[in-house]
């Protein structure tokens, strides 16, 4: 059967010179045409051979799937997958996707020239600074502000504009770790800022800080939030605000990597968990980092509040060169923060914050529908709604769990574990979770788009694990 088949697929040259692919050629560049009319044609060839299929598709209809690939970049190293996994900021996936709007304004901006760095007003030399420091100066009451690279860069800017060559004191508690190369030893000793451990791993006083300042030198008080642990039990930490207090009276300041935080209060999104970034601004730290694109929701870069003096003063560091932010970046955080002056319009327009604050009931719904789309083409497949916790990931409100539903398959003669690992090499991966009730697909981080992707993808593998015809 699959000998037969394998003899009706097309050459690529007939496929190539199609009418709509030649002008496809005008858009663009040849090599990846070709690629993508041999890949296509390869999938049919490993269908036929999986036997999977049971006639070759027509010329027309080998053209549209090339056409749909070349939109989507499908060939490519870099591409869309489809999350599955429930949690939100996936580091390894590319943590926050861009809304509609963010992404329209950055594919606008990217064809074209900008005022990156030019004051129209004026008409000369601009600052790359300025498009958005005013948003964020109005949205947490900061006297100035900035963005770099990401946070990890905000960190270490931070730390060798304004502690270089002095003592830091930070609390054994908050030497964290994040993701295998940010840790906050390594950081500051790189800063050139000389770490003063203090406190114990459970237990940091009032008064360690103190002695910090008061007999081992320390001028600068670090505090860095602890995104992917929690210590429970007998603990104690030291807030910024009390911070401030006691480095002010000493002539010293306060630097606070927040890691992560929402810019209003996590409740107007029906959430109780989850910090605002700017409370230990108004509590009187001096200058406090925070990632873009954890809940914020927007592009990687690394946003750093505070006093106009230090601000400035990182803005001028030599090294801020090499970390700052790219005018594509910048774009998507322009129509985040601009979203931010409405929680309400935050929730719905941007999709981490939109996922994050998905209620239980709606995952349900959701995922009542992609359990529909799935048993209609899979007929003998096991397939279930469960409930399951979701996570915020990215190094965000760590510990805590989102209740939220998943789709539950069982592939008759196929492992799950197998299962999963097949769903990676789909044309649009899907990367999915195995527990013991099978193969999860959690709803809360599946756009409505894709539902219908996912149980295609579902019933390519039942289709092949049996030697079922479609
Ligand atoms: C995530 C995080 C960082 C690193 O931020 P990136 O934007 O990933 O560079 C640094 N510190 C804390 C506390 C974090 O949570």
């Known amino acids: 059967m699959s000998s037969k088949l394998l003899r009706q697929i097309p050459k690529t040259d007939v496929i190539l010179s199609r009418e709509a692919l030649k002008a496809a050629q005008e858009r663009y560049p040849y090599a990846f045409v070709k690629a993508t009319v041999q890949a296509c044609l390869d999938e049919l060839r490993r269908k036929a051979l999986e036997d999977s299929i049971d006639s070759i598709p027509g010329l027309a209809e080998i053209e549209e799937t090339v056409l749909r690939w070349l939109e989507e970049g499908h060939i490519h190293h870099l591409k869309r997958v489809i999350n599955a996994t429930g949690v939100v900021l996936h580091t390894n996936l590319g943590r926050a996707p861009l809304g ?11 064809r074209g020239y900008c005022n990156l760095e030019y004051d129209l007003e004026k008409g000369r030399r601009g600052s790359r600074y300025d498009h958005v420091e005013k948003l964020l100066c109005e949205l947490t009451g900061a006297e100035a502000a900035m963005v770099v690279n990401n946070n990890a860069g905000a960190v270490f800017l931070m730390l060798n504009t ?5 003592k830091v004191a930070v609390s054994r508690g908050e030497l964290v770790e994040i993701g295998g190369s940010f840790r906050v030893p390594e950081i500051m000793y ?6 003063v451990e203090i406190g114990c791993t459970n237990k940091t006083h009032v008064r360690d800080y103190e002695r910090a300042m008061d007999e081992l030198g320390a001028e600068v008080l670090l ?33 606070h990597d927040q890691g992560s ?3 209003f209060p996590p409740e107007a999104m029906g959430l109780h968990a989850g910090s605002v970034v700017w409370t230990s601004l108004r509590e009187g730290a001096d200058v406090v980092s925070f ?28 090294l801020t060169r090499m970390l700052r932010i790219d005018k594509l970046s910048l774009a998507a955080l322009e129509i985040a923060l601009q979203y931010c002056r409405d929680p309400k319009l935050a929730r719905e327009k ?3 914050l939109a996922m994050l604050s998905k209620t239980e009931e709606a995952c349900r719904e959701t995922a009542e529908r992609l359990r529909w789309l799935i048993a209609e083409r899979a007929p003998d497949c096991e397939v279930r709604v469960v409930p399951v916790k979701d996570e915020a990931g990215g190094g965000s409100m760590a510990g805590v769990l989102l209740d939220g539903a998943a789709v539950a398959v069982q592939i008759p003669g196929l ?11 789909m044309s649009v991966p899907v990367i999915a979770r195995v527990s013991r009730d099978g193969l999860l697909f959690s709803a809360r981080t599946l756009f409505e788009e894709e539902l219908e992707e996912v149980a295609e993808a579902v019933r390519t593998l039942y289709v092949s694990a049996a030697g079922r015809r479609v």
């Not at 304004?162 to 002095?166: F, Q």
């Not at 492992?415 to 090499?425: D, F």
């Open 291 to 318: 990632s873009g694109d954890k809940l914020l929701g927007s592009a990687q870069c690394g946003v750093i509040l505070g006093k106009k003096e230090y601000v400035e003063r990182i803005k001028k560091n030599q």
């Open 223 to 255: 505090k860095v939030y602890t995104s992917n642990f929690v210590i429970s039990g007998f603990t104690e930490s030291v807030s910024a605000g009390e911070l401030a207090q006691i480095a002010h009276k000493r002539g010293g300041i306060v630097l």
């Open 261 to 263: 935080g929402f810019l």
């Open 415 to 425: 492992a799950p574990e197998k299962a999963e690992a097949l769903l990676h090499g």
């Open 190 to 195: 790189e800063s050139g800022a000389e770490m």
């Open 350 to 352: 941007i999709p981490a």
């Open 100 to 110: 509609e709007a963010a992404a329209a304004h950055v594919a606008a901006l990217s």
């Open 162 to 166: 304004l502690a270089r060559g002095k």
